[in-house]
Nanobody
């Protein structure tokens, strides 16, 4: 499985961005796709994840109500719509995938994902 992330950029607080994660290769084997982010000096954290078979969506508390994860089954792309962006959302965002059917308690663990895309920078100015 190969993942290609795109859509980052420089925006002002309150603006929106949409990140895309296009999967290729054995994309049909994907069980979960997640979006992680890592700010300078901080650990990588899960922002949102979608479990493909259950179509269940999960969010970090810090982004609930502002971010929406979705999936296009036709082209195997997962999107992260980010609204009302805040300066604290500034980070490198990574998409990740696993062929495992993760339980909810493991969704937030970066080690549970075996495939990673390149990062895309999101910078939110105040």
């Amino acid at each position: 499985v190969q993942l290609q992330a795109s859509g980052g950029g420089l925006v002002q607080a309150g603006d929106s961005l949409r990140l895309s994660c296009a999967a290729s290769g054995r994309a049909v084997s994907i069980g979960v796709t997640g979006w992680f982010r890592q700010a300078p000096g901080k650990e990588r954290e899960l922002v949102s994840a979608i479990r493909w078979s259950a179509n269940s969506r999960h969010y970090a508390d810090s982004v609930k109500g502002r971010f929406t994860i979705s999936r296009d089954k036709v082209d195997n792309t997962v999107y992260l719509q980010m609204n009302n962006l805040k300066p604290e959302d500034t980070a490198v965002y990574y998409c990740a995938a696993t062929t495992s059917r993760l339980i909810v308690s493991t969704l937030f663990q970066s080690g549970a994902y075996e495939y990673w895309g390149q990062g895309t920078q999101v910078t939110v100015s105040s």
